[in-house]
Nanobody, 123 residues
Framework: QVQLVESGGGSVQAGGSLRLSCAAS????????MAWFRQAPGKEREGVAYITEYGTTGYADSVKGRFTISQDNAKNTLWLQMNSLKPEDTAMYYCAAASGTVCNIQPQTFPYWGQGTQVTVSS
């Protein structure tokens, strides 16, 4: 009964910042991968960033240097700090989780998904 609930989305001007959160429940695995994805209308779902139980992170080239993925010490909250936002960052952002698998940013890897939170960046 894994449940992921995102929050923190909203509307911001280009160059601004937002911090997304993902609250996880029913997720007690000791080995895991958690990730953020995004999907704009008419576009493929895109992997944004991932983090392992060890704190190893990976980022899509499109957000490298601007976004930071992190988690709290209890491993029950996932964060995505988004800085220097661009209009092309506008999308629905999803939190995803997987366990017992290789960590990456391929959607097929993740069986658990949140409901999404909308991020809109205006120019």
């Amino acid at each position: 009964q894994v449940q992921l609930v995102e929050s923190g989305g909203g509307s911001v001007q280009a160059g601004g910042s937002l911090r997304l959160s993902c609250a996880a429940s029913g997720y007690t695995y000791t080995t895991y991968c958690m990730a953020w994805f995004r999907q704009a209308p008419g576009k493929e779902r895109e992997g944004v960033a991932y983090i392992t139980e060890y704190g190893t992170t990976g980022y899509a080239d499109s957000v490298k240097g601007r976004f930071t993925i992190s988690q709290d010490n209890a491993k029950n909250t996932l964060w995505l700090q988004m800085n220097s936002l661009k209009p092309e960052d506008t999308a629905m952002y999803y939190c995803a989780a997987a366990s017992g698998t290789v960590c990456n940013i391929q959607p097929q890897t993740f069986p658990y998904w949140g409901q999404g939170t909308q991020v809109t960046v205006s120019s």
